[in-house]
């Protein structure tokens, strides 16, 4: 897995993209219009010399492919399938924070929705995908049906943050702590993180969503879990989350995964600062924000305390200054 904390997809066939033609590119000042490079790009690529070997144009975005679905599952409120896709797509999507946009291809839906990609295995030739059927997006995925075609958008590679984190993980302790849709996206990260040797425990908080779902997405990956209560009732980091914070610390854990809304996220990181162990590694979801996850939109922008616009969907922002 090669993460660029600059710009998920810098240097990636996707980069130059459209905000580099626009002068809106995250990583290059001189794109920008700046007369000098304070580029912070550790790739050995220039985006500039890039753009300008393409004639000034932004290179062809993602594509949209005509995938057969060859699995369906249902459990009850979500639908698992799994679906066929191009080697290409397969090998650069199987990751943490892998995701594609999904449409069907009849007229029943007409919305991209964004969905976070689930695999057991490398090579298959298919990826798997658990939809909670919520409101307009999801429902219309409710009726779909093996042999269905399913128009996938893709590879995006930011629906989590922290990549480099779990990236520098390997052999130690990790604790991953999820609720509702996140916990979609954290099933890969804790087989990811499983697949570098660490051991992993999943707390999982089962409050608003029904058992079954849990139940479902964990059972089909193989992954075991503690039910705990995330938040109490005045909306504070519960008691028994925060001494399972601290014990994980105190026994030595390395990385602590929050697949959660962006308030958890920022109550376990200032938690963990208040012990003072802003030694722990935290990774955590991108899914709040993000709507085109092509840096265009604007839903996932943020103006930092420098004054900078930075675009979730395209950057890694430190998980602790969320
Ligand atoms: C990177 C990324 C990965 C995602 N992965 C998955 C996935 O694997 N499976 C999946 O089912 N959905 C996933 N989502 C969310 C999905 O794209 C839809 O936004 C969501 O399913 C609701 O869409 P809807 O129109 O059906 O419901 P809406 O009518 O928009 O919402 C119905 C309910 O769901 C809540 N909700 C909507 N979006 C989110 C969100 N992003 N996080 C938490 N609660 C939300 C709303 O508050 C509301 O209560 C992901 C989103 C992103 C950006
Ligand atoms: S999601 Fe549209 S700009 Fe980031």
Redesign the pocket.
């Known amino acids: 897995m090669i993460i660029n904390g600059l710009c998920a997809d810098y240097g990636s066939r996707y980069c130059p993209c459209i905000l580099a033609e626009t002068g809106g590119c995250v990583v290059c000042s001189q794109v920008n219009g700046k007369d000098f490079c304070d580029c912070k790009a550790s790739g050995g690529i220039c985006v500039k010399e890039e753009l300008l070997r393409n004639g000034g144009k932004a290179r062809p975005g993602r594509e949209t492919y005509a995938c057969e679905v060859t699995t369906v599952m249902h459990g009850e409120g979500l639908v698992f399938l799994r679906v066929q896709v191009p080697p290409m797509l397969e090998s650069e999507v199987k990751r943490p924070g892998g995701?594609v946009f999904v449409r069907r291809q009849d007229a029943s839906s007409w919305y991209d929705?964004?969905?976070?990609v689930q695999y057991e295995e490398m090579n298959v030739g298919t990826i798997g995908?658990?939809?909670?059927l919520?409101?307009?997006?999801?429902?219309p995925f409710r009726e779909i049906a093996a042999g269905d075609t399913l128009l996938v958008r893709g590879p995006y590679m930011n629906?989590l943050l922290g990549l480099q984190q779990l990236e520098m993980q390997q052999a130690g302790r990790c604790l991953v702590l999820a609720k509702?849709?996140g916990l979609?996206?954290s099933v890969s990260v804790a087989r990811y993180l499983q697949s570098r040797r660490n051991e992993v425990a999943v707390c999982v908080d089962e409050g608003g969503f029904p058992a079954s779902i849990q139940k479902f997405c964990l059972d089909l990956f193989e992954l075991s879990y503690e039910p705990l209560t995330l938040l109490d009732a005045e909306g504070r980091l519960s008691v028994e989350v925060r001494r399972r914070i601290e014990r994980f610390a105190t026994d030595g854990g390395e990385l602590i995964h929050v697949g959660a809304s962006e308030y958890v996220i920022r109550l376990v990181a200032d938690y963990l600062a208040s012990i003072g162990r802003l030694d722990v590694r935290l990774s955590a979801c991108?899914?709040?924000r993000?709507c085109c996850g092509e840096g265009v939109c604007g839903a996932c922008t943020e103006v930092t305390a420098d004054k900078r616009v930075i675009h979730h969907c395209k950057e890694q922002v430190n998980v602790r200054k969320i």
Not at 129 to 132: A, C, Q, R, S
């Open positions: 995701f929705v964004p969905i976070s995908m658990t939809i909670l919520r409101g307009v997006k999801t429902l629906g509702g849709i979609l996206p991108n899914n709040a993000m």
